[in-house]
């Protein structure tokens, strides 16, 4: 089965600053999709970036980036120029690519929450 | 602009009621999930479907069941409620196909059973 941990309960930063929040993974699939999902306090859970396993290039979504290191099972994110409205939970979650009817599962890290002070 | 609806936000049962919550999405979708989400423990799978009246069991459905009569609409059911499921509910729904399909989310049902 497949598991994701993120290993920091809470980050910090302030506004205009870099922060990374970290994700690890565990897979014996070759390919599969990554995600993080930002949850502000309405609890809408938002997509912020895609990585597809496939592609090496590291996706990018405006202040919004990953580092995707496969081979390490790694997948960080990395939020620049923060903004007060980054503030939430992050979640990064793993998706398989096939495999039957059960391939559009989404497994969970615990989450990350990110505080933004101004 | 897409939409997938819980109907109830905040709910509080009693213990060894059986409890209904609804989720229904507007985008055709055929794959639809019930997740659990409790402090430090990310959000956990229940159940998912991806057709009408199919289902499967996700990492912890002991406890609930489901129900998918039509296509846009999937029911989580707890058949004798329990403090231990307290917790905030999420439904999310995203089509067939290739997995890099965006999933949608529902605003979340946070229930109490005391």
């Known amino acids: 089965a497949q598991t994701v941990t993120q290993s920091q309960p809470e980050m910090s930063v302030q506004e205009a600053e870099t922060v990374t929040l970290s994700c690890t993974y565990d897979t014996s699939e070759s390919d599969y999709y990554l995600f993080w999902y930002k949850q502000p306090p309405s609890r809408q859970m938002i997509l912020v970036i895609r990585q597809e396993a496939y592609k090496q290039q590291n996706a990018t979504e405006n202040r919004f980036s990953v580092n995707f290191q496969k081979a390490a099972k790694s997948f960080s994110l990395k939020i620049s120029d923060s903004q007060l409205g980054d503030a939430a939970m992050y979640f990064c979650a793993y998706r398989r690519s096939s495999g039957g009817t059960s391939y559009g599962k989404l497994t969970f890290g615990q989450g990350t929450i990110l505080t933004v002070h101004p | 602009d897409v939409k997938v609806t819980q109907s109830s936000r905040y709910l509080v049962k009693r213990t060894g009621e059986k409890v209904f919550l609804e989720c229904v999405q507007d985008m055709d979708h055929e794959n639809m999930f019930w997740y659990r989400q409790d402090p430090g423990l990310g959000l956990r799978l229940i159940y998912f479907s991806y057709d009408v009246k199919m289902k499967e069991k996700g990492d912890i459905p002991e406890g609930y069941s489901v129900s998918r009569e039509k296509k846009e609409r999937f029911s989580l059911i707890l058949e004798s409620a329990s403090t231990n499921q307290t917790s905030m509910y999420l439904c999310?729904?995203?089509?067939?196909?290739?997995?890099?399909?965006?999933?949608?989310f529902g605003e979340g049902s946070w229930l109490t059973v005391v």
């Open positions: 999310a729904s995203t089509n067939g196909g290739r997995s890099g399909n965006t999933i949608y």
